[in-house]
């Protein structure tokens, strides 16, 4: 499968990554919902190049994942903040950060941890069952073909249990 194919896949990890499936983009995403929002400063943060950084942003606006917002009218500058769809993925972010810490942090600890400023307290991500409210584990889960799936797919074989 190329790259630019996976868009046009019939599988919601694909078209997902084809959006943010690289690793600037990645860190782009981090940095947006650890609070930058210009270009500068990005730039600055992560020493990425200019024209790949320009290349991931457009790409998130295109996507409907971050609006380009003007804040200063002359010069004309630009910051960029996450759209409704671009904050639904906190999930994915906080998921990668918790699989980090845990896997490779290292002996002194995460050097980032995250409290809910509702409560006060330190999180650590955790999915659980909607219905039985159980947490998920990827044994206990199997994939079934959706409404989206086309008539022609099969049930892919991890899907039966991890």
């Known amino acids: ?9 019939s ?3 694909a078209r997902t990554m084809s959006v943010i499936g690289d690793r600037w983009t990645m860190l782009v995403l981090r940095d947006l919902f650890l ?11 992560l020493g990425i190049a200019r024209p790949v950084l320009s290349q991931r942003l457009k790409k998130l606006v295109e996507e409907g994942v971050l609006d380009r917002v003007r804040y200063e009218e002359r010069p004309a500058r630009f910051e960029y903040r996450l759209t409704p769809k671009g904050r639904d993925l906190y999930p994915i972010i906080i998921t990668l950060t ?3 810490d845990k896997h490779m942090a290292g002996d002194a600890g995460p050097p980032v941890v995250t409290r809910h400023k ?3 307290g330190f999180i650590t991500p955790q999915l659980t069952c909607p219905d039985c409210g159980e947490p998920i584990q990827a044994k206990d889960m199997q994939a079934v073909p959706g409404p989206g799936a086309e008539a022609t ?10």
Request: with cysteine; hydrophobic share 30%; net charge positive.
């Open 35 to 45: 609070g930058i929002r210009r270009f500068e400063d990005f730039e600055k943060r």
């Open 1 to 9: 499968m190329r790259w630019n194919d996976l868009p046009k896949v």
């Open 153 to 162: 797919e099969h049930q892919p074989a991890a899907s039966k249990q991890a």
């Open 98 to 100: 918790n699989w980090g």
């Open 11 to 13: 599988c919601s990890v």
């Open 118 to 120: 509702p409560c006060g």
